[in-house]
């Protein structure tokens, strides 16, 4: 009795440790370590087929620095974030507050916005770069119908190519980013509408001074989830790119991002050392966006 | 009462379309044979091609298209199965179980959902290639076996389904906390666990960068099998559309069958982040 009273006890005491240790140990050897260790890779030369080739200090990060290529993927990058995320935003929310008034069908209306975001991300490159081809694509072909007689080659130029890529971003994430935010809108007391009504508040100013408000922290969170998926942004150019050296990002480079350049040096360039600087630099920059992101829309409250 | 604003439904109605429209172009592109869909105006409706294309897709022999399908159904299932059961142990820890180090450990969790682990591809590249995992099912699924977000989520949900007098009246029974998990806990966790399924599932279908990265020709998942068709070898458009449908299709059924449990996840997910 004694013995099992005993064992019971240790075994209570240990279950939780036990429990818990799968998601440690694997988040260990195949998350936490290859972050950290990335960070010493990109202190060395080291090469995808011979390894580390020895130390070389900041070597990587001096040479970065003056990488007009990485200026370039890097001005790619947060341009077609800032392009995709703004509108995205804004459009989530009037999404939400839509979805948020009493509607027939509830639930197929969600379903309807949540469609996109089921679909993949290579099958929405695939498809959009059909859609935004140069000559048959169905918007060149639309837009020809409002005046627009010559063809854009959206591919060709850089802002033209961002905006493709930008709505191909918005188009998957704007939906669910709207459910997200029409849940925080849920818990939202239905009073202070009912009383700003009474006040005579228009619907633009409840929007603005019930709505924005109380979404803040939600807003919060869905602009740094943006940010982080943003930053790390690849697969839609790649398959909008196509094509044999689609890494590349278009035949100036003029769509292509950051994670496509880290590629593009690790795997093409064989260069393991300097994509891991890329890595780590990329890394710091979301930590910097996502800071940046919380102090901007604290503001927002003290504005009001 | 239900609002009468007929703009609101003209709104929404318009939305319908934009977020359906690109996948209906996808269905009207894969049932087009190639001269149809380089011209002008582009069709717009069903052509008679589908079952065609489809089929030149599974024939094609360089991206191995049926074999990608079942690579992926494998790679997501094992996935899935062990994310649902390594977070439901882990957060009905953190729900309900008393230990040293508790609220820091969970604090952790919390964090590595807000890390982008993505950036650690080198490393894990250099890991696999050790192990000698590199371009086969394994290295695309065991970095997924578990997920912070997971552990979470089934915390949050553990806290409220499963009352402390249970899990106490179970102990005085003399039962191990092993024994409390699988009998009590597991089955109180199941409309959880199943949302949470539902959800990985989806991510690891959809999963593109890592898997581009490591897998070799022989073991393509579909995502991959679809950058290959698309990759300019092959400027074969009705092709690449009927293999994209294919590609898509069992997820969108998935999305179909289960959407309100789906959405109930992703909004829940939200408020509590």
Redesign the interface.
Known sequence: MRI?DRF?KT???V???A??S???I??A??????????AW?SLHDWSLLAGDQGFVGLDNYRELMHDADFWRALTNTVGIFLMATIPQLILATV?AQ?LN????GR?F????????N???????G??????FAR????VN?ALGHVGLDNPIDWQGHRWSSWLAISVMVD?RWT??NA??????LQ?VPKELYEAARIDGASAWRQFWSITVPMLRP?II??T?VAT?GG??L??EP??FG???N?IAGGTTGQFQTV?MYL?QQ??TGQR?GY??TV??V??LL?AVF?AINVVLLRRIKSVN | ???K?PL?YV??IA??I???G??Y??LV?ASRANDE??????PLWLGGNLFSNIDRVFANEDVLFGQALLNSLLVATVATVCVVV??S??G???AK???RG?NA?LLF?IG?M??????????????MTKLGLNGGLESVT??F??A?FG?FMMRQFAEQAIPDEMIEAA?VD?A???RI?FSIVFPALRPAAAVLGLLTF?ER??D??WPF?TLDAEHPT??VA??RL????YSD?SL??AG?LV??LP??V???VF??Q??GG??????K?
Do not use: C, H
């Not at chain 1, 459910?179 to 925080?184: F, G, M």
């Not at chain 2, 869909?37 to 582009?42: A, D, K, Q």
């Not at chain 2, 698309?230 to 070898?233: F, I």
């Open positions: 099992r019971a075994e209570a005491r279950a939780p440790y429990f818990v799968p998601f440690f694997i988040f050897i195949f998350g936490l370590f290859p972050l950290i260790y990335t890779v999404l839509v008034s009493r509607l027939r639930t209306w969600r379903m309807g916005v949540l469609l996109p089921v679909t993949s991300v290579a099958a929405v695939i498809i959009f770069g059909l859609i000559d048959y694509g169905i072909w188009w939906g669910y459910l997200i935010l029409l849940a925080s818990s939600t969170f869905v740094i982080i930053i790390q690849f697969t790649l398959l196509s094509g044999v689609a994670a590629v690790a795997f393991f994509a891991s890595a780590w990329l890394f979301i996502a | 009462m239900k609002t604003n609101l709104g929404l939305t319908l934009f977020s359906a690109p996948l172009f996808m592109m869909i380089v011209s002008l105006p582009p390594t977070s142990l882990a009905f820890a953190f179980l008393k230990f508790r450990m969790v590595t807000m890390v982008p682990v993505q950036l650690g591809l080198i490393p894990l590249y250099m890991l065991l970095p076996i578990v912070g552990v102990r003399g191990s906390t092993f998990f989806m279908w959809n593109f960068l990265l579909v995502q679809l950058s698309s990759s300019g070898y458009q690449i559309m994209t590609g898509t997820l969108v998935v999305f179909i959407g309100r789906i959405i992703i909004m829940e997910g939200g408020l982040a």
